[in-house]
């Protein structure tokens, strides 16, 4: 019954933001690569109208939170049409440690039968939630900036 089920394929989402300009694809490609740099990303491969990028996880340890708002990975597409650049930022959110944590919280609760889990289980809720607004903040930073 649960063959073709992967559990974690619905704990990792995908997100897309569009935008378009009229630079040339050339200059959008190199502005969105400085960007990435400045922001302290790796790209991982560039052709001449897509960057793969991801977080380089090797952060310092003075950053606090910051891996926590960052992309994880993502793909910026840079096509023409009718006169304009679009750009189109692909990146996805996994949120599997997040959910783990929340059902270990809810198990921990049915089993000692007390609130003090389900309290916690809201609590990672809301750092999901909280998140979730980052990263898509930092994904429109991120593609606003031509």
Not at 92 to 113: G, N, R, S
Request: hydrophobic share 50%; proline share 3%.
């Amino acid at each position: 019954m649960f063959n073709n089920i992967d559990l974690f394929e619905y704990t990792n989402r995908t997100y897309q933001a569009d935008t378009w300009t009229l630079l040339p694809p050339e200059a959008v490609l190199e502005n969105i690569a400085s960007e990435l740099i400045k922001s302290r990303y790796r790209i991982t491969s560039q052709t001449d109208n897509m960057i793969k990028f991801d977080y380089n996880s090797n952060y310092i340890f003075n950053d606090g939170i910051k891996p926590f708002k960052m992309l994880e990975e993502g793909v910026f597409e840079v096509s023409m049409a009718e006169d304009k650049t679009i750009v189109k930022l692909i990146y996805h959110v996994d949120m599997t440690a997040e959910i783990v944590l929340m059902f270990l919280a809810v198990f921990c609760a049915c089993i000692t039968i007390s609130w003090e889990p389900l309290l916690m289980a809201a609590f990672i809720g809301l750092l999901l939630l909280l998140r979730f607004y980052s990263v898509k903040k930092i994904a429109a930073r991120l593609i606003s900036n031509f």
